[in-house]
């Protein structure tokens, strides 16, 4: 069975310049994770997705950062313009269902470094 | 709101000495709870969870922990620690009512010595 796939791996960009991720769940997973892991520390959930519908966004610095997840399939994080403070490691989860019993599945993130 | 804290940043041990990770976790109801391990450049992985039922939880790779209600603890140890244990370790809490929103420990980075 294939993982959670996310690309790219590795970004380096400018400050004030746009920049996207991408994600594909584990097959049949309904719920994706977005989460922001910054350097030392734990991951934070930025968005949580139950099948198309973003349920809860309430971390999501809405004035930069969007994400869709069309289709209730793939999901792209963006984040416009971006700012030094946003590197960070963005890790793409997933899960068969909502609900603490059911295992989350993370990808290998994509470490996103701000000059 | 929950949150767990984790005692010590980095962790050493010599390969086959006991591996101890330290957790402490704040639930005003009583939690389920996690150890997730991330190698280099790495996804996290779960090594175990404790929802409810026995409070000594075994997990993969010889892993093991224990929720300990009285101390508010949830501690992961490996008997013989070897070198591929090398990683990061994150405690994690979330809300049995809710719809599984972890939140996760700093981590702590073991380190294994020959």
């Known amino acids: 069975e294939a993982g959670v796939v996310q690309s790219p791996r590795y970004k380096i960009i400018e400050k004030k310049q746009p920049v996207a991720f991408w994600c594909n769940p584990i097959?049949?997973?309904?719920?994706l994770y977005w989460y922001r892991q910054n350097l030392g520390q734990g991951p934070e959930l930025l968005i949580r997705?139950?099948?198309?519908?973003?349920?809860?966004d309430s971390q999501l610095p809405k004035d930069r950062f969007s994400a869709e997840r069309l289709k209730g399939v793939d999901s792209t994080l963006k984040i416009q313009p971006a700012e030094l403070g946003d590197s960070a490691v963005y890790l793409c989860?997933?899960?068969?269902?909502?609900?603490?019993?059911?295992?989350?599945?993370f990808g290998p993130g994509t470490r996103l470094t701000v000059t | 709101a929950q949150s767990v804290t984790q005692l010590g940043s980095h962790v050493s041990v010599s390969e086959g000495a006991l591996v101890l990770l330290r957790c402490n976790y704040s639930?005003?109801?009583?939690?389920?709870l996690f150890w997730y391990v991330q190698y280099p450049n790495q996804g996290l992985q779960l090594l175990l969870k404790?929802?409810?039922?026995?409070?000594l939880v075994k997990g993969i790779n010889g892993f093991e922990a224990e929720f300990k209600k009285s101390e508010t603890s949830f501690h992961l140890t490996k008997p013989s620690a070897h070198m591929s244990d090398a990683a990061e370790y994150f405690c994690?809490?979330?809300?049995?009512?809710?719809?599984?929103?972890?939140?996760f420990g700093a981590g702590t980075r073991l380190t294994v010595k020959p």
């Open positions: 404790y929802t409810t039922g026995a409070t």
């Open positions: 639930s005003s109801v009583p939690p389920y």
């Open positions: 097959s049949g997973h309904n719920t």
């Open positions: 997705y139950e099948n198309e519908e973003a349920v809860d």
């Open positions: 994690a809490v979330s809300d049995p009512r809710g719809n599984n929103d972890m939140r």
């Open positions: 989860a997933s899960s068969f269902v909502a609900g603490p019993s059911y295992e989350q599945y």
